[in-house]
Every structure is written in structure tokens, then in C-alpha cells.
T-cell receptor
Framework: SQTIHQWPATLVQPVGSPLSLECTVE??????LYWYRQAAGRGLQLLFY??????ISSEVPQNLSASRPQDRQFILSSKKLLLSDSGFYLC??????????FGSGTRLTVV | TQLLEQSPQFLSIQEGENLTVYCNSS?????LQWYRQEPGEGPVLLVT?????EVKKLKRLTFQFGDARKDSSLHITAAQPGDTGLYLC?????????????FGDGTTLTVKP
């Protein structure tokens, strides 16, 4: 069965520090991968998606970047965090179906 | 511009009551999904509807896709405290790249015992 792992679960980082969030998928190959950000109790904003290794599309200009060094690995990064980067970050994948499978999320607080 | 509008934004009811939440858009979707999310966790897919007019049932939950494929509703019968959570709809437009879906802002449901 397919599983998705996302870590860390929570993170508190100072303004100006770097960021690296990692997501891995098991049990499938060549998935479409996504990074979403969610404001408290609200909908999801698509940040990046990837259809294959090294292929990254950005949906929203921002202080973040993404990379896909391996087929089932998706990384969200920042060189210098801003206060506005705080939020709940979700990794997700899709295969041939219409719905997403989400990771458990990372709560990022920039202080 | 919000592509998908969900209503109501907040809903608080007593256990045993029925409720309906709505997801509306001016866009036509190839498919629409409903998710339920608990605090601090990722959303979990409940259902995908793909055919205009389609009705799907999942125990006490009934999902309907509008005939014009622009809207959807979720009806819960005899709500229970375990139904509490954030309900999100997400639509996939035709010819989208990489299977992307757009999410509504959600309906926060609280079922009081």
C-alpha cells in the first residue's frame, strides 16, 4: 500500500534562518507531488508541484523553493525565513486517481 | 478570486441533527473531491465525484455533484461528535496540468454531544 511520510511535525525557526521540509512516498512510482500551505482552519494554497525528477512548477511567487532529487522525494526549502512563512505545510501525491493523499503536515512557526 | 466557495463557513449543531454544506463555483470541473480534516492532521479524501448529477453515499454522508458540474453538496444525516472537523471541497478543471485541484476555504463543523 502507498504511504506518505512528512517531517518534522512541528518546527519553530527564527526569522532569517533556513528551512528544509522533507516528504517521501512509498509504494508507488512516478507520482505527482505537491506542496500546499494552509492558514489556520482554512483552505489550501498550492505552492509547488512536480510531475517528475527535477521538474518543479511554482504556483505562487514567494520566499520558498522546492526540489525533487529522487522520484519519491520532495523537499521544500527556504534560504531565509520570513514571519509570513508561518503556517501548516502539507505534502501530497496523486497517481492515476482524482484525489490527493496528504501527509500529516508540518506546523511551522517563524519567530 | 476564489474559484470555489463553500458555505456555511462555520456550523455548530447538536448530535442527531442533519446538515448540508455546499461547494459552488462558476467554473466547470472534470471532478470534485471532498475531504475531512482534523486539527493538526492532513486532509483525508472522503469521495470523488466525476459525473454530472452523480450521487454517492458513504454511510451517513451523501455527496452530490451538480448536473452542470459546477457545484456539489455534502449532506450528513444524524450527525455525531465524531463528524466534527473541517470539510474541504476541491475541484479539478478540465485540461489541468499534473492533476492539480483548487480548494475551497472549507466548512468547520462542530457536533455537540
Amino acid at each position: 500500500s502507498q504511504t506518505i511520510h512528512q517531517w518534522p511535525a512541528t518546527l519553530v525557526q527564527p526569522v532569517g534562518s533556513p528551512l528544509s521540509l522533507e516528504c517521501t512516498v512509498e509504494g508507488t512510482s512516478n507520482p505527482n507531488l505537491y506542496w500546499y500551505r494552509q492558514a489556520a482552519g482554512r483552505g489550501l494554497q498550492l505552492l509547488f508541484y512536480s510531475v517528475g525528477i527535477g521538474q518543479i512548477s511554482s504556483e505562487v511567487p514567494q520566499n520558498l523553493s522546492a526540489s525533487r532529487p529522487q522520484d519519491r522525494q520532495f523537499i521544500l526549502s527556504s534560504k531565509k525565513l520570513l514571519l509570513s512563512d508561518s503556517g501548516f505545510y502539507l505534502c501530497a501525491w496523486t497517481g492515476t486517481g482524482h484525489g490527493y493523499t496528504f501527509g500529516s503536515g508540518t506546523r511551522l512557526t517563524v519567530v | 478570486t476564489q474559484l470555489l466557495e463553500q458555505s456555511p463557513q462555520f456550523l455548530s449543531i447538536q448530535e442527531g441533527e442533519n446538515l448540508t454544506v455546499y461547494c459552488n463555483s462558476s467554473s466547470v470541473f472534470s471532478s470534485l473531491q471532498w475531504y475531512r480534516q482534523e486539527p493538526g492532521e492532513g486532509p483525508v479524501l472522503l469521495v470523488t465525484v466525476v459525473t454530472g448529477g452523480e450521487v454517492k453515499k458513504l454511510k451517513r454522508l451523501t455527496f452530490q455533484f451538480g448536473d452542470a458540474r459546477k457545484d456539489s453538496s455534502l449532506h450528513i444525516t444524524a450527525a455525531q461528535p465524531g463528524d466534527t472537523g473541517l470539510y474541504l471541497c476541491a475541484g479539478r478543471v478540465y485540461n489541468t496540468n499534473a492533476g492539480k485541484s483548487t480548494f475551497g476555504d472549507g466548512t468547520t463543523l462542530t457536533v455537540k454531544p
